[in-house]
């Protein structure tokens, strides 16, 4: 990967990614002719879009209840000691976590929030009891749950 931290996008680039980010499985032709391109210049843009780390990856995105993960619950984490060792020590332990889908570290009261994924409450307490509550240094989790989803998108706003 080249080493860009900013790169620049001209609003071809912008729109090639909106293409993509709204169905990633589009074929080269089909964007090509959305973007009124010959197919080269748009497969030698997907590959510098991915080759920069623009285009990180390709997924599926799956419906959650169909596979039976069907409660999220946000839980917001405060650690004992706000420690590099600890810090490193939680956040190494959560990345092999599968129920939790997101993370991020917070400047605020609590230290972490993850939006996590399970069956139903009662694998959400063997989650909490069994996988979160036993990382060390954890001194809090306090747990929110979503009633309904109203939006949820992977898409990124690119000024359109």
Sequence with gaps: MENVSFLKLDQIDLRLLDLLQRDAKMKHKELAAELNLTVTPVYERIKRLERTGVIKKYVALLDGEKIGCELIAFC????????????QVFE?????????????????EYDY???????????????????????????????SF?????????AYPLGE
């Design 146 to 154: 979503a009633m309904s989803v109203l939006k949820s998108t992977t």
């Design 113 to 143: 929030i993850l939006k996590v994924v399970v069956k139903d409450m009662n694998a959400y307490q063997e989650f909490t009891v069994k996988k979160l509550s036993v990382i060390e240094g954890v001194a809090i989790i306090h747990s």
């Design 76 to 87: 917001m984490v405060k650690l004992e000691k706000h420690s590099l060792p600890n810090l």
């Design 92 to 108: 190494k332990k959560i990345l092999n976590i599968p129920e939790i889908l997101e993370c991020f570290h917070l400047a605020g």
